[in-house]
Structure formats: C-alpha cells, structure tokens
C-alpha cells in the first residue's frame, strides 16, 4: 500500500525563507521522498483533504484564506483551483463526509498574539463551514474567548461540534441545531 502525506516545510523545521517571511512551500512524501507540491503559500498551516482524495484544502492563516488545489491520486501533485476568501485567520482544517470543510478560525489576530504572550486574555473563538461546491462560508459559531480562547480546529459528528483551542487545556462540545 502506497503512503501519502502532505505537509508543510514549517512542519519539518525549515524556517522561513526570511524573517519577514511566513510564506512556505507544500510538500509530498510518497513513503520515500519529499518534493514541493505547491510553493508560496502565506502561512500555511491545517491541510486536508476531500473525501474522494481529488482535493486538497489548506488554511492560509495570514492570507485569511482556504485554498483549494485538484490533487492526482497517482503522483500527488497539486494544481491550483481556487482561493476562498474567508476574511479570519484560518488554522486548522477538517472535511466532513458530506465534503464540507470545517474551521478553526481566529477572528482577531493580535488577541491571539496577546494570548500566546498571556493566558490570562482571551482571544476570540470562531468556526466557519464551508461549501466547496458554492465557496460559500456559514459562521458556525463566535465567541470573545471565555468559554474557549484560540480556537485552532473544528469538527462535526452527527448533531455536535466539537471546538479544540491552540492553548487551553479543554475542548468546547456544542450542539449544532
């Protein structure tokens, strides 16, 4: 059986190509050998894919955007398709069987930075969904962050929500109406 994975150079230790520069390449590890599959992307961060394998998405967390690329089951190269404007700090990715893509998001930035800096404040909480097929964005959920602070992942099964943080040491389960 052949091994696939994505992931970001970050994700391997190479720092960015300068200080001032959060832009990184996507690689492909076939079970033997890493190559570049897709290059400058503004700090990306979650990546997963659709459930047929044909699609690959990618949080572009400083590019406040979801970035969508056809991806061939042979070779695992990527092709551009479309960039989804989601107007947050997008951090982790999850695609539910329907095909919907599931966000983690962080709506103010410099409040996550804070947080980071300082547990004590709260950053707020926010997860989107997203319809691949209208590259239409729903706000699922929306919080100043004293429930759960940073939020970085989201994902649905059956009727809830389950919320992870970057930092805090719970998850937030809601359920979805």
């Keep these: 059986m052949r091994q696939t994975t994505i992931a970001t150079l970050r994700a391997f230790g190479a720092p960015p190509k300068s200080s001032c520069d959060a832009d ?31 699609s690959v998405y990618v949080a572009s967390t400083t590019g406040r955007a979801v970035l969508r690329y056809d991806r061939d089951p ?20 999850e695609v539910a069987s329907d ?44 919080s100043l962050g004293d429930d759960l602070s940073t939020s970085s992942v989201a994902a649905v099964h059956g ?4 919320i992870g943080s970057v930092f805090d040491e719970h998850i937030l389960l809601c359920e979805r109406r």
């Design 99 to 142: 095909g919907t893509v599931w966000i983690g998001a962080h709506p103010q930035m410099l409040a996550f930075l804070k947080n980071a800096r300082d547990p004590e404040s709260f950053s707020p909480s926010q997860v989107l969904s997203l319809d691949p097929s209208s590259g239409t964005f729903r706000e699922e959920f929306l």
């Design 24 to 54: 990184s390449d996507i690689v492909y590890y076939d079970g033997s050998a890493f190559r570049v599959v897709a290059e400058n992307v503004a700090y990306p961060n979650g990546i997963t894919m659709s459930p047929d394998g044909l």
């Design 159 to 162: 009727k809830l929500l389950l």
């Design 74 to 93: 042979e070779t695992g190269s990527l092709s551009f398709r479309k960039s989804y404007d989601a107007g947050t700090g997008v951090d982790n990715l």
